[in-house]
């Protein structure tokens, strides 16, 4: 049940945007004078164009893996565990650690491309626990609290 509610989340999501125009240059209005665009105007056809561009350069990332890695991209997204940015004209995937780390901190940690995999494995063998477990092996550090055993068996489990 959970794909037919994605996608269809997903197509609304298309449609929405699809059905957001942009404003013109100017009008004519009934006096026949021509009226510029607003600064507001032309700041909503900015981050319209953007939405547009940034879903393109999205999609071109996801097409460089292999049916593999684009199905655990799709479940680590769809679930809320895979978060996707654009920095420096470079994709970013990264993970949400608020809180794991640092009490009242809002926090992630960058995934590399080739590290995908092990994320969406950790993550499927011991849920975030193990997402929490692979964070903390990278970083070095343990975090402040953890749901005990499963935690400890993520980390055992990454050695």
């Not at 942009?22 to 164009?49: F, M």
């Not at 350069?57 to 460089?64: E, H, L, N, Q, V």
């Not at 929490?132 to 499963?150: N, W």
Request: hydrophobic share 40%.
């Amino acid at each position: 049940m959970r794909k037919n509610e994605d996608l269809i989340d997903l197509l609304l999501m298309s449609a929405a945007v699809d059905s957001i125009g942009t404003y013109p240059a100017a009008t004519i209005d009934n006096d026949n004078i021509r009226v510029e665009r607003s600064h507001w105007q032309s700041g909503w056809n900015k981050c319209h164009l953007e939405i547009l561009q940034r879903h393109g350069i999205f999609y071109s990332w996801y097409k460089t893996f292999t049916s593999n890695q684009q199905s655990a991209i799709v479940e680590l997204i769809r679930n809320d565990v895979l978060y996707l940015s654009f920095v420096n004209d470079e994709v970013e995937p990264w993970v949400i650690m608020n809180d794991i780390f640092y009490f009242a901190c809002g926090d992630g940690e960058g995934i590399s491309d080739a590290e995908i995999l092990q994320v969406h494995d950790m993550w499927e063998k011991f849920g975030y626990a193990g997402v929490i477990a692979f964070v903390s092996k990278k970083r070095g550090v343990q975090p402040l609290e953890s749901d005990g055993k499963t935690y400890c068996k993520a980390r055992e489990y990454l050695g």
